[in-house]
C-alpha cells in the first residue's frame, strides 16, 4: 500500500483522508512506483496498461483512456488535440474516478460523495455504479447545468442541490467517504496517464508545451506529475512548458502567476461560460503555480466572447467540445506569441458537448 501523506505539515494519513486532519493541508503518495516503459502492458488498451505504474488494485473499469491525438490546425498553425472528452462519460474525469474508486473500493468504501459542477459528479455516478457503490454528487442549486443532472441521475446517482454545496459536502464528509476530484490524490495520479499515453503517441517525445483548462486543476497538475516521472526515468530531455487557462470570471491562478506569488488568494465567485472552471479557491494552487514557474510555463485568461468563438469553431472542425474545453483554444493567439509558431503544442479537450446538445 502506498503511503499518503500532507503537503504542509509532513503528517501521516489514512487511506480514506481527503486532506491532512491535523492542518487541512492537500495529501499526495510519498512513494509512487518509478515509471518504466518495460513495465507497460501494451496489450492493454485502456490507462491500465500503466497499471504497474499506480498503486491501485483494479477492480473494475470502463475502458478509459487511451483516448486520440488528434491534428488540427488553427489560422492555419497545426496544434495535436488530446481529446479526453472521448473518456466512458464524456470527460477527463474519468481517469481520475477510476483510480480513486478502485483505490476507496479496495479499501471497504460502499458508498461516496462528491461536490460537482456536473462532469466529475457525472463520472462518480458511472463508476460507483460500474463498482457497486451508492453515490451522491452535491450540485450548486444556483448553477448546475440540467443535462449534467439528468445525466448523474442517468448513472444512479443520486443528487443534493445545495446553495452552498462546499460547506454541505464538507459537513458531510464527516460521515461518509468524500471521494474528491479536487483533493484525493489518488485522482491526480490517474490524470498522470493522460502524460503517459501523449508520450507513446509522439513515438516517446513530449510536446514543446501542453495547455489544459484550469480550475482545480486536476488534469494540469496529473500531466505535469506524468512528465516529471518521464523524466526522472530518463526517457525525455526537457519537460513541456506548462500552460494554465482559466476563465477571465474566475482566474485565482492566472493572478498569482502574474505576481509571481508562491500562493494563490481566492478570487470572488462570478459566473462564466466555462462552467467546469470556476473555482474561487482551487485545492492544489501552490502546486499549479510551482509547475508553471519550474517548466517555464504560464497562465492565461480568456473572456467569454472569445471562449464561445472558439467553441464554435472546434466544433465546425468536428471536435464536438462543451464550453469550458474551448478556453485552450481560444487563448491560442496568446499562446502562439509566448512559445512561437513552430513550437509542437498539445491541447487538452477535456470534457463532451454532447452533454449540452
Ligand atoms: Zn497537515
Known amino acids: ?157 443520486a443528487i443534493v442541490e445545495s446553495q452552498d454545496y462546499l460547506a454541505d459536502v464538507y459537513r458531510a464528509a464527516e460521515e461518509t467517504t468524500y471521494a474528491s476530484h479536487a483533493w484525493n490524490p489518488y485522482f491526480v495520479l490517474g490524470q498522470q496517464t493522460a502524460a503517459w499515453e501523449i508520450w507513446e503517441q509522439l513515438g516517446g517525445r513530449a510536446p514543446s508545451a501542453l495547455a489544459t483548462p484550469v480550475g482545480h486543476g486536476g488534469l494540469f497538475l496529473g500531466m505535469y506529475r506524468g512528465f516529471k516521472a518521464l523524466g526522472e526515468a530518463g526517457l525525455i530531455d526537457k519537460m513541456p512548458r506548462m500552460i494554465a487557462v482559466q476563465s477571465a470570471g474566475v482566474d485565482p491562478i492566472a493572478r498569482a502567476w502574474e505576481r509571481k506569488s508562491q500562493t494563490v488568494a481566492t478570487v470572488r465567485p462570478s459566473h462564466s461560460v466555462a462552467d467546469g472552471i470556476l473555482v474561487d479557491a482551487p485545492a492544489r494552487g501552490a502546486q499549479i503555480l510551482q509547475a508553471l514557474y519550474e517548466t517555464d510555463g504560464f497562465a492565461l485568461r480568456v473572456g467569454d466572447e472569445q471562449i464561445l468563438a472558439a467553441q464554435k469553431r472546434l466544433r465546425a472542425a468536428g471536435f464536438i467540445i462543451e464550453a469550458t474545453s474551448a478556453a485552450p483554444a481560444a487563448a491560442l493567439p496568446q499562446i502562439h506569441a509566448r512559445i512561437g509558431e513552430d513550437a509542437e503544442l498539445v491541447l487538452a479537450l477535456t470534457g463532451s458537448g454532447l452533454k449540452a446538445i
Open 1 to 157: 500500500m502506498a503511503h499518503v501523506q500532507c503537503n504542509e505539515c509532513g503528517a501521516a494519513a489514512g487511506p480514506l483522508a481527503w486532506r491532512c486532519s491535523a492542518c487541512e493541508g492537500s495529501l499526495d503518495l510519498l512513494d509512487p512506483p518509478r515509471f518504466d516503459p518495460a513495465r507497460i502492458n501494451r496489450r492493454d488498451f485502456s490507462l491500465w496498461r500503466y497499471a504497474a505504474m499506480l498503486p491501485v488494485t483494479r477492480r473494475f473499469s470502463l475502458g478509459e483512456g487511451m483516448t486520440p491525438l488528434a491534428r488540427a490546425t488553427w489560422n492555419g498553425r497545426p496544434f495535436l488535440a488530446k481529446l479526453e472528452y472521448l473518456n466512458p462519460t464524456g470527460s477527463f474525469k474519468d481517469r481520475g474516478t477510476a483510480v480513486m474508486l478502485n483505490h476507496l473500493a479496495s479499501h471497504g468504501v460502499d458508498a461516496a460523495i462528491d461536490n460537482s459542477s456536473g462532469n466529475a459528479g457525472a463520472s462518480l455516478a458511472a463508476y460507483a455504479g460500474a463498482a457497486g457503490l451508492r453515490a451522491t454528487v452535491y450540485v450548486p442549486a444556483a448553477t448546475a447545468v440540467e443535462s449534467k443532472k439528468r445525466l448523474i441521475r442517468a448513472f444512479g446517482g
